[in-house]
């Protein structure tokens, strides 16, 4: 993706079809890795809800594994995700980073204006609220990225509930670490957060955030 793909669309594809055709590169690319390692019998995956047809929406999705982004934008097509400033020096990711990633580098409006920016053209964003991996039965704490954007934006909310069975590809484990049995992992959308149901509480954006906020914990714990 990142040495020949990425390249060939900066070189042939028009400025204004790029980030359609970027995600689509990325979202193909992990769906085909998702069943390659299904095939493999590494994992299994199932999947609740209508993934395919969520469009322009925020996704807020728990995160207890390394590989939970890979198989979100391999299922939901149009989408992008959050990434780490530092991830625009790793000379792999660099391209993919830049051109299918919003880069979070700490900025607040800056992100907003960005993520914006797609979800007005019709992607989603997806978002791990945590902001790194999680264990099992940890106490979660919730950033409040996802609940700012929705309020800037005035968009709804689809919080993703990912598990999985083993302690695979979590944080602070090892990479080679993955068990002699299959992981099964289960990704499940939960009811929809509206900007909308919280209008008549008359809120102050602060305590509005919170409640937004308290409410993807609730959803994707």
Known sequence: MSFVLFPLGILFVPAGRRRKYFTAVVHYSWKLFTVIIQKAGCVRVTFTGDFENIKGKIIAASHPSFI???????????????????????????????????????????????????????????????????????????????AQLAIASNIDIIPVKIDCDYDFLQKNKSMLDAGEHIVNYTLEIQPVIRVKDFENLNLTDIKLRNHISERIKISIN
């Open 68 to 146: 939970d982004i890979v198989l979100l934008i391999g299922k939901i097509p149009n989408s992008v995700c959050i990434a780490k400033q530092g991830l625009l020096k790793n000379p792999i990711m660099r391209n993919i980073v830049k051109n299918a990633y919003i880069v979070n580098g700490g900025d607040t409006e800056q992100f907003i204006k960005d993520a914006k920016s797609f979800l007005d053209d019709g992607f989603n964003v997806v978002i791990f609220p945590t902001g790194t991996r999680t264990k099992k039965g940890e106490d979660i704490k919730i950033h409040k990225g996802a």
